[in-house]
């Protein structure tokens, strides 16, 4: 189980839990499935071949087993946040005790023992260059991690819950803002050059292309808005969020309903802004 003492993680080891998106860097997926977080939570293990020391982004869940896994991986050298959910930092004081790695996050709170991160913070870790790209939207404190595999020369974004591999993510207002968020699909949208970057999100499978993606999803959100904007149209200028969601969201399961006005007051809060 553990990664071989030249510090490779032996991509194509079928011995190693998870799987390999490149080279460099694993997907490991917690037991944590739910209508909320898809398959799980997808923890990431970034090292480059001769690396003394791995980079864990997103730990997830308290579960022993998934965080052995990661463990067995390393050694850990430092552990990354995309965003304060519990489905991604539940484990992080128990995973930082365990491997003696610091935390780092935007979220000040959340950091153990390392320096918060902000907008374009670069870290060689692991390996590899990456760097933080501040992303607000789906929580304030989101954020993405773009990382070039040395071995294949690949680019990746990992995207926390800003962009999901399967469905389209929540806005969680208050604390997540409409605003900001179409701005970070726009960035994103416009990062890298003419090869695909590839999307390695926080649930669901690895996507190929990044700035596809992101154009879906800024069109989703615009079809979204065009829906908002309609429903008032009908209900009223001053119409509730349950109101709203009755209209535009009437469709979706139970378990998803609360995500489904939270989504709706964000978009109120951003067309009555
Ligand atoms: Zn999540």
Do not use: K, W
């Not at 991986?73 to 484990?91: K, Q, Y």
């Amino acid at each position: 189980m553990d990664a071989d003492a030249t510090g490779a993680l032996a991509a194509d080891d079928p011995s190693l839990p998870g799987e390999a998106v490149s080279p460099s860097v694993r997907r490991v997926l917690a037991p944590n499935p739910g209508p909320m977080t898809l398959d799980g939570t997808n923890s990431y293990v970034l090292r480059a071949p001769g690396a003394p020391a791995a980079v864990v982004v997103d730990p997830g869940p308290l579960d022993e087993g998934h965080l052995a896994a990661l463990a067995g991986l390393g050694p850990v050298g430092l552990v990354l946040l995309t965003h304060h959910h519990a489905d991604h930092s539940e484990s992080l004081a128990a995973f930082a005790t365990m491997t003696g790695a610091p935390v780092r996050a935007i979220d000040p709170d959340r950091c153990i023992g390392g320096e918060p991160l902000a907008d374009g913070t670069r870290i060689r870790a692991g390996g590899l260059d990456l760097e933080i790209l501040a992303t607000p939207g789906h929580t304030a404190d989101s954020m993405c991690v773009a990382v070039v595999d040395p071995v294949d020369g690949t680019s990746a974004v990992l995207t926390g819950d800003t962009i999901l591999g399967r469905g389209t993510t929540i806005i969680a207002d208050p604390d997540g803002a409409l605003g900001p968020y179409l701005a970070s699909l726009e960035r994103l949208r416009d990062l890298g050059g003419d090869d695909p970057v590839r999307v390695l999100p926080g649930h669901g499978p690895v996507v190929a292309d990044l700035r596809a993606l992101c154009v879906a999803y800024l069109a989703h959100r615009a079809e979204r808005l065009d829906q908002v904007r309609d429903a008032l149209a009908r209900l009223g200028a001053d119409a509730t969020a349950e109101q709203v969601a009755d209209l535009v969201y009437g469709d979706v399961d139970a378990a998803v309903r609360y995500a489904a006005e939270a989504s709706v007051r964000a978009q109120l809060a951003y067309l009555r802004s």
